[in-house]
């Protein structure tokens, strides 16, 4: 069983920044990939960024140069860091983990940018 938790969703205004974090538990200790995924209302979910295992973040082509994946793996958590976010940002965002085929997800957190 994996849990994960993401905490750091709120209100921001246009151009303001907000830091999600996920921290996960259970029987795997370490998940190969792990990203963050939203979901505007009407839409389908998408990929913000991933990063496997130590490697680098891949970012949506929307978030490049505006979002930052950072992990931990021994705290055994994965961040996002926004910045200078922009109405569109606005949707629930998902911790996502995947490890030998298995996908896990968090509970999601809503992040809101309005003026």
């Known amino acids: 069983q994996v849990q994960l938790v993401e905490s750091g969703g709120g209100l921001v205004q246009p151009g303001g920044s907000l830091r999600l974090s996920c921290v996960h538990s259970?029987?795997?200790?370490?998940?190969?990939?792990m990203g963050w995924y939203r979901q505007a209302p009407g839409t389908q979910r998408e990929l913000v960024a991933s990063?496997?295992?130590?490697?680098?973040?891949e970012y949506a082509d929307s978030v490049k140069g505006r979002f930052t994946i950072s992990r931990d793996n021994h705290l055994k958590t994965v961040s996002l860091q926004m910045n200078s976010l922009k109405f569109e940002d606005t949707a629930v965002y998902y911790c996502?983990?995947?490890?030998?085929?298995?996908?896990?997800w968090g509970q999601g957190t809503l992040v809101t940018v309005s003026s």
């Open positions: 259970g029987s795997i200790f370490n998940l190969y990939v």
């Open positions: 990063m496997k295992g130590g490697g680098r973040g």
């Open positions: 996502y983990g995947k490890e030998s085929g298995v996908e896990y």
